[in-house]
């Protein structure tokens, strides 16, 4: 059951992305009918899909007042909320709305409420016949018939044939005590396991084992590393060139431009920021730890754009290493269900 959730939550966040306009109707009500749904087509979809008899629509008379129908599918009846329409299209569509959102809600009407090849036998046999099934272990019950297209269970057949005299005829009866009496050592048996998880006998193709390997990190040392490096250095210029020795990056140019024209005087105005030249990323992301209007002297303004292309490298590397943390935890989940499933199974 936690699979199912966690699945049907990752399905969920995949469609949200994937389909933002979608519409979710709302469910039946007495006292309006959206008819921008065509809820007799897609129960009729619905049907055919999972193997279910078709609807049938049956037309009660109520006199000049409108139309109301009536529908039958899987052993019961619906009616839509309101007792009649003044148009033949919205009572058809109200009836089958009720009709789907029953069989959405409350399951098909079988036990297992669940698709499969028990819902495709109301209906299919011919795609019931073509579903692969495992070999089941031998119980002792070979004259047992299985399950009729409707649902009920068959009684016992015997191959012992009863004769005219009295005491004869007793047996098969105390026979059946006895099968009735052993019957529920049956239900002790594993189930059939999912075909699709269980080996082929007879393969044509030679089973090829592929390795798992592990994603290699994109930098050697995470960002708790690199600050523990760069904690007891003075300046920021230092700073930088040991993160990009840690990186195997080379170290940026700083770039330096005096905007207030002056040339004797040792402090200024300037703009500064970094390039890196050799790592295609950092060369596209361009400029660096810009710096507009900087009062000060030209030392002071590098030191404080490499600060800030230390701050930007740090960033960088443990945003880098959180995702490739949660790609880990992904898999790991993957492989974890993948190994229930074929425990589950019997496979390991």
């Given at each position: ?275 890196f030249h050799n790592d295609p990323f950092f060369t596209r992301a361009g400029a660096i730890g810009c710096l507009r209007r900087v009062s000060g002297t030209k030392k002071f ?48």
């Open positions: 059951m936690e699979a199912k959730v966690w699945v049907c939550r990752e399905a969920l966040k995949r469609l949200s992305i994937e389909h933002q306009y979608w519409a979710v109707p709302s469910e039946p009500a007495a006292h309006w009918f959206d008819d921008t749904w065509n809820w007799v087509a897609l129960l009729r979809d619905h049907c055919v899909q999972n193997g279910l008899p078709l609807p049938v629509y049956t037309k009660c008379l109520h006199g000049s007042d409108g139309y109301c129908f009536e529908i039958e599918t899987q052993g019961a009846t619906y009616s839509g909320p309101v007792r009649h329409y003044a148009d033949k299209s919205d009572a058809e569509n109200s009836a089958a709305h009720q009709v789907l959102h029953a069989l959405l809600v409350f399951g098909n009407g079988d036990d297992s409420a669940t698709f499969g090849p028990h819902t495709l036998a109301n209906g299919h046999e011919d795609l019931l016949a073509q579903i692969p099934k495992p070999p089941l272990p031998p119980t002792g019950y070979d004259k047992i018939r299985p399950v009729s297209v409707s649902g009920r269970a068959c009684s016992l057949q015997h191959s012992c044939t009863p004769e005219t005299d009295v005491s004869s005829s007793r047996k098969p009866k105390k026979r059946k005590r006895k099968n009735r009496a052993t019957l529920p050592e049956a239900n002790t048996e594993p189930k059939p396991a999912n075909s699709n998880l269980l080996p082929l006998s007879q393969s044509r193709l030679p089973a090829i084992e592929v390795p798992v390997e592990q994603e290699p990190s994109r930098w050697k040392f995470n960002g708790h590393q690199i600050r523990d490096q760069i904690g007891q250095l003075k300046t920021y210029t230092e700073k930088l060139t040991r993160v990009c020795q840690m990186l195997d990056l080379q170290p940026p140019e700083i770039k330096v431009e005096r905007i207030d024209g002056r040339l004797v005087e040792n402090e200024g105005i300037y703009n500064a920021a970094a390039y303004v590098i030191e404080s754009c490499a600060e800030h292309v230390v701050a930007y490298l740090l960033r960088v590397v443990d945003e880098d290493t959180a995702l490739e943390q949660e790609n880990a935890l992904r898999r790991s989940r993957r492989d974890q269900w993948w190994t229930h499933a074929r425990r589950s199974c019997g496979l390991t």
